[in-house]
Nanobody, 127 residues
Framework: QVQLAESGGGLVQAGGSLRLSCAASGISLSVYNMGWFRQAPGKEREFVAAIKWSAVTTTYADSVKGRFTISRDNAKNTMYLQMNSLKPEDTAVYYC????????????????????WGQGTQVTVSS
């Protein structure tokens, strides 16, 4: 059974930092592209960042570019999201997900190819 578990969320003041982790079991993440998404209250879930299986290529939503960094450690079967210079508008539940397509596909911001999802971790940024 595939399970993704996010951790590292919490309450932080604007300008602060958090590091989210996504640990997997029941699946080897090393052959899959992965992504982070978030859902703010009353809003649709949106793309945040994605990373190739090899970690060579990453892509970000414009709203987080330059502030967030996605990374992974395939040996630990874990993906990360380093979030710096946090803003109140970053407040959301953050989800990690696995793109089940071939790893050779281009990274995508679409949620359609992502088959496995974690339960999410709450990030709250106070002003």
């Amino acid at each position: 059974q595939v399970q993704l578990a996010e951790s590292g969320g919490g309450l932080v003041q604007a300008g602060g930092s958090l590091r989210l982790s996504c640990a997997a079991s029941g699946i080897s993440l090393s052959v899959y592209n992965m992504g982070w998404f978030r859902q703010a209250p009353g809003k649709e879930r949106e793309f945040v960042a994605a990373i190739k299986w090899s970690a060579v290529t990453t892509t970000y939503a414009d709203s987080v570019k330059g502030r967030f960094t996605i990374s992974r450690d395939n040996a630990k079967n874990t993906m990360y999201l380093q979030m710096n210079s946090l803003k109140p508008e970053d407040t959301a539940v953050y989800y990690c997900a696995v793109d089940r397509r071939s790893r050779y596909y281009t990274l995508t911001a679409s949620q359609i190819p992502y088959d496995y999802w974690g339960q999410g971790t709450q990030v709250t940024v106070s002003s």
